[in-house]
T-cell receptor
Framework: DAMVIQNPRYQVTQFGKPVTLSCSQTLNHNVMYWYQQKSSQAPKLLFHYYDKDFNNEADTPDNFQSRRPNTSFCFLDIRSPGLGDAAMYLC?????????????FGQGTRLTVV | AQKITQTQPGMFVQEKEAVTLDCTYDTSDQSYGLFWYKQPSSGEMIFLIYQGSYDEQNATEGRYSLNFQKARKSTNLVISASQLGDSAMYFCAVVSYNTDKLIFGTGTRLQVFP
């Protein structure tokens, strides 16, 4: 059974029209991450949460926002998508601490901006 | 900023042979974890194997084994008995136990041929 679920798998949005991507987990992990991955590139960390503590990467554009209303859910909001924001968006969750460390990903949401 | 380098952008291996994928990382953390992930063309990020920085024994998971050279800040993933389905992108990633950041390497595209 899927443990990290991203919805939708494919999202088409118009240039400048706000869009929200969602992620949920059944693992009860404290940490949740959002990554942007463009074609043939490594995933780039946008931000992550430890519980409700939000950690933004210095080079993440202001256009990208996130919410984590509870342990299970996390949202990525793109306020005004540009053509350059078309990418795969990956959500991950993790638990760190010695041999119990684990980190799993959702299937990703492929965003197209038209 | 943490930098993770996979010096082999592409690798070829014949079916049933073993292949080694390399990764070096630059971290000032004393406690961290190393992951390897497989990403097929569908885009899903599949967990393969994990090792913590304090683990003295190299991790193994089925056909995957991780060699950890802590002093050199390097790791490699060995895939034994390669299968056609192993053709994919492979990423190493480092998680800091201090910040919980999970950062990815540049990736290696592996192609298995008959």
């Amino acid at each position: 059974d899927a443990m990290v679920i991203q919805n939708p798998r494919y999202q088409v949005t118009q240039f400048g029209k706000p869009v929200t991507l969602s992620c949920s987990q059944t693992l009860n992990h404290n940490v949740m991450y959002w990554y942007q991955q463009k074609s043939s590139q490594a995933p780039k960390l946008l931000f992550h949460y430890y519980d409700k503590d939000f950690n933004n990467e210095a080079d993440t554009p202001d256009n990208f926002q996130s919410r984590r209303p509870n342990t299970s859910f996390c949202f990525l909001d793109i306020r005004s998508p540009g053509l350059g924001d078309a990418a795969m968006y990956l959500c991950a969750t993790s638990r760190t601490g010695g041999e119990n460390t684990e980190a799993f990903f959702g299937q990703g949401t492929r965003l197209t901006v038209v | 900023a943490q930098k993770i380098t996979q010096t082999q952008p592409g690798m070829f291996v014949q079916e049933k042979e073993a292949v080694t994928l390399d990764c070096t990382y630059d971290t000032s953390d004393q406690s961290y974890g190393l992951f390897w992930y497989k990403q097929p063309s569908s885009g899903e990020m599949i967990f393969l194997i994990y090792q913590g920085s304090y683990d003295e024994q190299n991790a193994t998971e089925g056909r995957y084994s991780l060699n950890f050279q802590k002093a050199r800040k390097s790791t490699n993933l060995v895939i034994s008995a390669s299968q056609l389905g192993d053709s994919a992108m492979y990423f190493c990633a480092v998680v800091s136990y201090n910040t919980d950041k999970l950062i990815f390497g540049t990736g290696t595209r592996l192609q298995v041929f008959p």
